[in-house]
C-alpha cells in the first residue's frame, strides 16, 4: 500500500534488515555480546525461576499487584547494557516492585534466537525472529491482544495467526539516505540528489574530495539487508518484492527488481563510491567516521541518526534524505515496522506483558532510538524525519512476510546478506544467481506443488 505522509502525520506511518534495530538488523548493529542476565525456561502452569505460577494473564488485569517474580529480555541492543538498560531497571522496578528485571543480549540475534526457541530455552521477552512463520507463533509465544494500550498502535496484525497478534512492533522507520552535511559542504554539493544521477555526480564530488561517498559496511553484511528489503520498495513502489518470490523457481535475475536494485550496488562499488576495502568494514568505526565527516553517506533507516550523533556529530550536521533509485524525481520510501516483542508463553507472561507495555508507552526508547514511536498518537522527536519529510516522498507499507516463501527461503538456506556480497564482486553476476535459483526452485517444489 502506498501513502504520502505529511510530517505531521508522519506518525502514522514506519525490511534489513534489520536492526539495529538502535537497528533493525539481524546482528543488530552491534560487535560485543554481553551477557546481562540468565536464561529463564518455565512449564506452562508450573512455578517458573522466580518463584511465580504462570498462566498467561494480562499486563492490566488486578493491577500492579498482580505483576511479580523474574523477567528476563532477550536483547539485541548490547551497546545498551549497563548503560540505558540500568535506568530501565530502575524505572520500571519502581513501578512493579516485586519485579526483578534482566536483560541478555547477543549478537547475531535472527539465527541464535532461533536456536534458542527450537531448543526450547529462551526468556520471558524476545524480539521475533524475522526466520520463524507467523504460523509457528503459537508453539511458543502468548497472544498478546489483551494487553491495553493507551491508544492505537502501528503494524497491530502484522505478527498474527488465527486472528491473534504474537507481536508489538518495537518502533517503526523508513531508509534513506543519512549524511553529513559538513562533509557535503565539503565536496560542494548545495542540494540534495532528487535522481540516481544527481546521486552518483554527489558521491563523485565526495570522493573528489577525499571522503568516503557511501559507507556500506560490506564486511558486516547486515547493513546490506538494505538493498534486498529497501530499495526494491523503492524501486517497484510495491513492498512484496519478497513474497512474490514464491511465484517463480527464478526470483533473481538481472533485469527484476533484485538485479536492479543489486546492480546499483555494484555500481558504486566499482566506481570507487564505497569503503577502498570493503572485505575490511567496521560497523562501530563506520559511525565514528560519519560524524567526523569522513564518511559522506548511509543507506540505512532513520534509528542510525541517533547512534551517528552519539558517536560524535552535532544534530544539526546530520541530514536525511530519500534514496533516488531511478531519475523520475518522485521521491520514495519503505515504511517498516522494526523488531517486534513476543513473549514465551511458558514464562512469566504477565510480567513480561506489563514490560513491553512499559517499553512502549513509558520507557522512552523510541525517542533514544530514533523511531517512528509504535502508539500513533506520539509524534517523533527525531528532527532528521521533519527534513525526510519535506521532499514529500510517497511511502510504500511493508506487508506481512507470506509463509510460503519464508519456508522457501529457510529450506533454501539462502544466505541474503552473503548473496548480496557475491553478487557485487561476482565478474559474472548471472553465475552467481544461477545458483541461488537452482537452490530456491529445488526447495519450491516441497512446498508448492
Not at 534488515?17 to 548493529?29: H, I, K, P, V, Y
Not at 498462566?55 to 500492579?64: E, M, P, S, V
Not at 491473534?164 to 565536496?187: E, L, R
Request: proline share 4%; charged share 25%; aromatic share 12%.
Amino acid at each position: 500500500m502506498k501513502k504520502t505522509i505529511a510530517y505531521s502525520m508522519v506518525s502514522l506511518l514506519m525490511v534489513t534488515t534489520l536492526a539495529a534495530c538502535g537497528s533493525n538488523n539481524e546482528s543488530d548493529n552491534n560487535s560485543k555480546a554481553n551477557n546481562a542476565g540468565n536464561d529463564t525456561t518455565a512449564n506452562a502452569g508450573t512455578t517458573n525461576n522466580a518463584g511465580t505460577t504462570n498462566n498467561g494473564g494480562t499486563a492490566n488485569a488486578g493491577g500492579d499487584a498482580d505483576i511479580s517474580g523474574k523477567v528476563v529480555f532477550l536483547t539485541n541492543r548490547t551497546d545498551m547494557v549497563d548503560k540505558e538498560y540500568k535506568d530501565y531497571e530502575k524505572r520500571f522496578e519502581a513501578k512493579y516492585p516485586k519485579v526483578d528485571l534482566q536483560f541478555e543480549a547477543i549478537t547475531d540475534y535472527d539465527k541464535n534466537e532461533k536456536i534458542r526457541i527450537a531448543s526450547g530455552s529462551f526468556p520471558d521477552v524476545v524480539l521475533l525472529s524475522t526466520l520463524i512463520p507467523n504460523a509457528d507463533f503459537p508453539k511458543y509465544f502468548a497472544p498478546l491482544d489483551d494487553v491495553k494500550f493507551d491508544g492505537d498502535i502501528y503494524f497491530k496484525d502484522f505478527k498474527s495467526f488465527d486472528g491473534k497478534s504474537y507481536g508489538i512492533s518495537s518502533g517503526n522507520s523508513t531508509v534513506g539516505i543519512v549524511y553529513n552535511k559538513q562533509a557535503f559542504a565539503k565536496a560542494g554539493i548545495t542540494d540534495v540528489p532528487k535522481t540516481y544521477d544527481e546521486f552518483l555526480a554527489a558521491c563523485q564530488k565526495l570522493k573528489d574530495a577525499g571522503i568516503v561517498p557511501l559507507a556500506s559496511n560490506f564486511k558486516d553484511k547486515w547493513p546490506l539487508g538494505a538493498w534486498y528489503n529497501d530499495v526494491p520498495a523503492v524501486i517497484t513502489g510495491k513492498a512484496d518484492t519478497a513474497n512474490s518470490r514464491k511465484d517463480t523457481d527464478t526470483p533473481y535475475t538481472l533485469d527484476n527488481t533484485y538485479g536492479k536494485s543489486f546492480s546499483i550496488l555494484k555500481e558504486l562499488y566499482t566506481k570507487g563510491f564505497l569503503e577502498k576495502d570493503v572485505n575490511s568494514t567496521n560497523w562501530e568505526q563506520s559511525k565514528k567516521d560519519v560524524a567526523q565527516g569522513k564518511f559522506g553517506m548511509y543507506l540505512l533507516g532513520n534509528w542510525v541518526i541517533n547512534q551517528v550523533v552519539d558517536a560524535g556529530a552535532k544534530t544539526e550536521d546530520v541530514g536525511f534524505f530519500p534514496f533516488p533509485a531511478d531519475n523520475s524525481g518522485q521521491a520514495k520510501a519503505p515504511l517498516n515496522p522494526d523488531w517486534f516483542y513476543g513473549v514465551n508463553k511458558d514464562g512469566n507472561v504477565a510480567a513480561a506483558k506489563a514490560f513491553i507495555q512499559w517499553m512502549i508507552e513509558e520507557s522512552g526508547y523510541d525517542d533514544f532510538a530514533g523511531f517512528i514511536p509504535t502508539l500513533k498518537s506520539k509524534e517523533p522527536k527525531l528532527a532528521q524525519l521533519t527534513e525526510f519529510n519535506s521532499y514529500n516522498p510517497t511511502f510504500v507499507e511493508a506487508v506481512p512476510t507470506d509463509d510460503t516463501a519464508l519456508s522457501i527461503q529457510n529450506k533454501a538456506q539462502i544466505d541474503m546478506d552473503a548473496l548480496v556480497q557475491e553478487f557485487v564482486l561476482a565478474k559474472d553476476p548471472q553465475k552467481v544467481f544461477d545458483k541461488v535459483n537452482g537452490q530456491w526452485a529445488k526447495a519450491r517444489k516441497e512446498f508448492v506443488k
